[in-house]
C-alpha cells in the first residue's frame, strides 16, 4: 500500500500563484511517475502534469508555461508550482503514483481561483 498525502491548495485571486506538495509513503520500492490530475464540477478528470523515473515531464497545453513540476526523490515528494493562475484552473487537484506496486491516487485538494 502506499500512502499519498497532498497540501497547499487553497482560494487565490487570478494571476496569482500556489505550490502543491504530494508526499508518498508506505510500499515504496520503485517509483515509475508521479503527477496531478485535476477535475472541475461536471467535467472528466484530466492529466495537469506528470514526471516519470527519469525525470522526463508531461504537461497539458493548458498550463504549460505557467505550471512547473518537480520532485524531490529522497522524500518521495512530487511538487506542482502554478504561476499565473486563471479562473478556468479552479478544480480539485489529484496526486497519481504509479510504481511497481500499482497505482494510487490522493484524496485531492481544491484551488479555487477568483477572477
Known amino acids: 500500500q502506499v500512502q499519498l498525502v497532498e497540501s497547499g491548495g487553497g482560494l487565490v485571486q487570478a494571476g496569482g500563484s500556489l505550490r502543491l506538495s504530494c508526499a508518498a509513503s508506505?510500499?515504496?520500492?520503485?517509483?515509475?511517475?508521479m503527477g496531478w490530475y485535476r477535475q472541475a464540477p461536471g467535467k472528466q478528470r484530466e492529466l495537469v502534469a506528470m514526471?516519470?523515473?527519469?525525470?522526463?515531464?508531461n504537461y497539458a497545453d493548458s498550463v504549460k508555461d505557467r505550471f512547473t513540476i518537480s520532485r524531490d526523490s529522497a522524500k518521495s515528494t512530487v511538487y506542482l508550482q502554478m504561476n499565473g493562475l486563471k479562473p478556468e484552473d479552479t478544480a480539485v487537484y489529484y496526486c497519481?503514483?504509479?510504481?511497481?506496486?500499482?497505482?494510487?491516487w490522493g484524496q485531492g485538494t481544491q484551488v479555487t481561483v477568483s477572477s
Open positions: 514526471i516519470n523515473s527519469g525525470g522526463g515531464t
Open positions: 497519481y503514483y504509479f510504481g511497481s506496486v500499482g497505482r494510487y
Open positions: 508506505g510500499s515504496i520500492f520503485s517509483i515509475n511517475a
